[in-house]
């Protein structure tokens, strides 16, 4: 179990186990949010990093390390993932041809989880 401080200031005590994906901000966020997925009470926000929380999950294997097609980072329990599709035609086409794959047959293949990115 770890302590994850909500944005309201209340610390949640979380299964990192149970944890399927760690998010940053979104555009519209004002200040420092990080979305965690997969905890008993939905989705908990917290201003923690998330590198930071997701490095400190500890959870073996560790999350994945992906990235959206607005460049920001997810981190993804890859036990969560049920399929892979293609990027939808509104993904920035700029950044999906910037992203690095080690595997050039997976370059535009995005996981698709129980919880939505």
């Known amino acids: 179990m770890i302590v994850i401080r909500a944005l309201d200031g209340i610390a949640v005590d979380v299964d990192e186990d149970t944890v399927t ?18 905890v008993e009470r939905g989705v908990l926000v917290t201003a923690e990093s998330a590198a930071a929380l997701a490095a400190r999950l500890g959870v073996n294997p560790p999350l994945a390390k992906l990235t959206r097609p607005n460049a920001t980072p997810v981190w993804i329990k890859g036990s969560a993932v049920t399929t892979l599709r293609t990027p939808r035609h509104t993904a920035r086409v700029s950044q999906l041809n ?10 535009n293949l995005w996981p698709v989880c129980r919880d939505p990115l």
Not at 23 to 33: E, L
């Open 21 to 38: 994906l760690v998010s940053g901000p979104y555009p519209h966020d004002v200040g420092a949010h990080t979305y965690v997925h997969g």
């Open 98 to 107: 910037k992203r690095k794959s080690p595997d050039a047959r997976h370059a």
